[in-house]
């Protein structure tokens, strides 16, 4: 039951699909603005390393994402939450927070990015606990199924709520590079 229940939770989605390519799409944009000067541009450029930086984590979470569709009961779940994503997850906020945050709108875009991470960070750790709270007292296979189910549930809110955040920043930040290389 948990195992259906999970894989359908967990399969891919628009915005898993869009925030799994949204890096090489910025990343190309901001490559456009190589050859521009002016303060601007100089805080782009240094957004671009941050960027490359985290891509290996980012398509790291993505494949850790793909194999918990594929977990086949709750204890391979909870080890690929625990040991992996929230591994990840936590490289990734750490990365964020360490970033010097640019000035004017990239820096708004910087700190959405910050709050994402730190909400998904957290979403993902609490769902660590529950699934182990629940194994821990569960005597009742049925009571303990409906609290997984549960939780399990709703971390796919918060995960689904991260990806739409995610993909609004790839929009938000390919508006803004846009409008920069207009200007």
Request: hydrophobic share 40%.
């Amino acid at each position: 039951m948990i195992q259906s229940k999970g894989a359908s939770l967990l399969g891919p989605t628009a915005s898993r699909r869009q925030f799994g390519v949204w890096l090489a799409v910025v990343l190309l944009g901001l490559t456009a603005l190589w050859g521009c000067g002016n303060a601007e541009f100089d805080q782009v450029r240094g957004y671009r390393d941050f960027l490359k930086q985290t891509e290996p984590k980012l398509r790291s979470m993505n494949r850790v994402r793909e194999r918990l569709v594929g977990a086949e009961d709750v204890d391979r779940m909870l080890q690929l939450f625990e040991d992996d994503l929230v591994t990840v997850v936590q490289e990734l906020h750490d990365a964020a927070n360490g970033q010097a945050a640019p000035e004017g709108r990239l820096g708004d875009i910087h700190g959405q990015l910050k709050t994402a991470m730190d909400d998904y960070l957290k979403a993902t750790t609490a769902l660590v606990v529950r699934i182990k709270a629940a194994k821990k007292a569960g005597s009742d296979d049925k009571k303990v199924a409906a609290e997984l189910e549960k939780a399990i549930l709703e971390w796919g809110a918060r995960d689904k709520e991260f990806g739409d955040r995610m993909t609004q920043l790839v929009s938000d930040l390919n508006g803004y590079l846009d409008k920069l290389m207009r200007s």
